[in-house]
């Protein structure tokens, strides 16, 4: 091997053969110091990680290396022992640090020389790699945290606002009245923009009654079905309604469907609301593999506008909508509540003849 390459002539490590392979075929970098301590081999690679030049290393000191590097091969020789991932941290200048994790070898026998091989593989990008790793876990966690908090607003503002516009009503010239209404405004714009980059947190399951909860979530879209004069027509037949669940969020995810069916129907519509328990056999087909199949079904039905065919395969698509004004995370997060709580969401629609969201449950034998 040449000095050109890195390597200074050498039968010592010309006799190791593996050095060559070291050299040619890894992207760690090689450092040969002989029995005196003096630097016999500099590879490429370990010249570039130490911003070093081979020719004016090669015969000298090993003490001309970086002091950390340096200190771990005299350790070496001292002891005649192997040091194994060691983790070294280097300043190469004022801005910019270094981390090699370095192995030391001890090569040969007696009476033959004896050579002290380092090593060099650069962690930094690794390590920054695991910084960024860690970092983004922690924006996960405020981000479901962030998600949690906005639901519970978003659920919350249902009946502030309710309230605060029945209010206004009644005194149609309260400054105050028209100012509230300005600032909820705001506060649900800016739990729109939390949404947009947060999804919900996990639910905290326990027994809780589909009706109850379909009940409640009337109530919070009441004010919206009044405006628009639409009938509802609550058909609850299923006989066991016992769920493994967290209230609070499949509230959201049904006053979503329902919010989304008010809107979607003019004045006069009709509401359906119905639940029944399904035989197995009566289930769709890609419910009945695997696993126990769910046997509560929960339908919402509209009058209203439908969906067209070429959206219903995308419905449910993070940031995909038809509304003007949508964000697109609706329906996306529904479904992701409904996974959560085992259960499958499915939708049905045509054109001006309403939609039908189905959502299937698999209900506790026993509170």
Known sequence: MSQEHGFAPNQAIEGLGFLGVLNDCLACG????????????????AASLLRMHPQRLVGKPHELLPAPLASLIHDALVADKPFRDHDLELRLDDMETMVLRVNVLRLGTPPQPRLTLAILNDLTSARRLEFDIS?????????????????????????????????????????????????????????????????????????????????????????????????????????????????????????????????????????????????????????????????LRVTISDTGVG???????????????????????GLAITRRIFEEHHAAISVESEVNRGASFRVFFTPLQRP
């Open 307 to 329: 969906i067209p065919a070429e959206n219903l395969s995308r419905l449910f698509e993070p940031f995909f909508t038809t509304k003007r004004e949508g964000t697109g995370l």
């Open 135 to 295: 970092r983004l876990d922690r924006l996960a966690n405020i981000g479901a945290l962030s998600a949690s908090m906005a639901h519970e607003i978003k659920n919350a503002l249902v009946a502030v606002k309710t309230f605060t516009e029945l209010t206004v009503a009644q005194s149609p010239g309260a400054d105050l009245g028209d100012v509230a209404q300005r600032e909820l405004k705001r506060i649900e714009s800016i739990v729109g923009q939390m949404l947009k980059f947060a999804g919900p947190s996990r639910p905290k399951l326990a027994p809780v009654r589909i009706h109850e909860v379909l009940d409640h979530s009337l109530r919070l879209a009441q004010h919206q079905m009044s405006q628009k004069a639409i009938r509802l027509r609550r058909d609850y037949q299923a006989a066991a309604d016992w769920v493994n669940g967290d209230d609070y969020q499949l509230e959201q995810a049904f006053v979503n469907l329902i919010l989304n069916a008010v809107e979607a129907m003019g004045v006069g519509g009709t509401l359906t609301l119905h639940t029944c328990s399904l035989a197995p056999e009566e289930l769709p087909g890609a419910l009945r593999e695997g696993g126990p199949p769910p046997q």
């Open 30 to 45: 090689v450092v040969c110091v002989d029995e005196q301590g003096h630097i016999t081999c500099l590879s490429p690679e």
